[in-house]
């Protein structure tokens, strides 16, 4: 084994030395159209739920419901979302994830990834000499790989292993 080797479902990112928030890359895919974008993802471990700006919906075309009004310190969210993201790096390890809709104002983020992500996988921070590094490893019995396989059986695989990890927190029966 080399001396550096990272495995592939883990995402590592050097955050510097003035951190005031926690800011990486995250791709984030409409499973129907194929579309997909990297946008900025704010790592939120006081959020519950994870969101996405309303800009970022209509560019990818994804269908947002109006079952959802919530209020948090990034504004209101008046539906939600389904989506596919992708960890930062090679892409490899995408799951679906239910998305708080935020609404578009000065300074908001794209994404916010919140516990429902974070807790599908192993989230550190860590102090080195150029400062912090974050660290996600992502639990590979949650996340799918998708480099291997045929697409539309990737995206039904992902579809159950959504509704699995629904099932496991108790969000449906």
Same mark, same amino acid.
């Given at each position: 084994? #080399? ?14 030395? !003035?951190?005031?928030?926690? #800011? ?11 579309? +997909?974008?990297? *946008? ?8 519950? @739920?994870?969101?996405? +700006? ?12 109006? *079952? +959802? *009004? ?6 209101? @969210? ?5 989506? @596919? ?14 998305? !708080? ?24 921070? +860590? ?22 396989? !045929?697409?539309? #059986? ?20």
């Amino acid at each position: 084994m #080399e001396k550096n080797y990272i495995p592939d479902n883990v995402f590592q990112y050097r955050l510097g030395k !003035d951190v005031s928030k926690i #800011e990486t890359p995250l791709k984030v895919y409409n499973m129907g159209t194929q579309q +997909s974008k990297v *946008v900025d993802a704010v790592w939120d471990t006081g959020a519950t @739920c994870s969101a996405v +700006s309303r800009r970022i919906v209509k560019a990818l075309g994804l269908i947002e419901d109006g *079952v +959802s *009004v919530k209020t948090g310190i990034a504004g209101t @969210c008046a539906g939600t979302t389904t989506l @596919c993201f992708a960890l930062p790096g090679n892409g490899r390890y995408s799951a679906l994830v239910d998305a !708080d809709v935020l609404d578009d104002f000065p300074g908001a983020p794209d994404f916010i990834v919140g516990l429902d992500i974070i807790t599908l996988g192993d989230f550190r921070l +860590s102090l080195d000499k150029g400062g912090v590094v974050m660290t996600f490893v992502a639990d590979t019995t949650l996340f799918m790989d998708m480099l291997h396989g !045929d697409p539309a #059986e990737t995206q039904s695989r992902l579809a159950k292993q959504w509704q699995r990890v629904k099932r496991i927190r108790g969000y449906m029966k």
